[in-house]
């Protein structure tokens, strides 16, 4: 029989950001986090925090909240992009830190234009 070792495992929430920015910056459709700094969702209990421009991550009872603004590039549906980006935020955090996810909230905050190339 196998003991767990005595002692606590704690991962900073700003380890959570890097994980959530790396995930959305690869999926096709995201030109780039957005530009604006989400506001702080009131925390009526005692948990982690952090956020910078474009995300911010909740940690409550070891489980992991986050909203995520995005610029999508346009070339995809901006629906399907949220869906997306929820279902592959969520299974990245699972698997990278074994943190539960209780939810993820994306706003399409813009979209980039695409530049037409001119043939003459």
Known sequence: MSEQPAGR?????????????????QEPGVARLGRRMPRWRPVRWHGKRARTRGLAI?????????????????????QELGRQLQEHVADALE?????????VRV?????ERQT?????
């Open 9 to 25: 495992i704690t991962v900073d929430p700003r380890v959570l950001l890097t994980i959530v920015r790396f995930t959305a910056l």
């Open 58 to 78: 909740y940690v409550v009872n070891g489980q992991v909240t986050v909203d995520l603004h995005v610029i999508a590039d346009g070339t995809v549906n901006a």
């Open 95 to 103: 698997e990278m830190v074994g943190m539960p996810v209780a939810g």
């Open 107 to 111: 706003v399409i905050e813009d979209v």
């Open 116 to 120: 037409r190339s001119v043939h003459g």
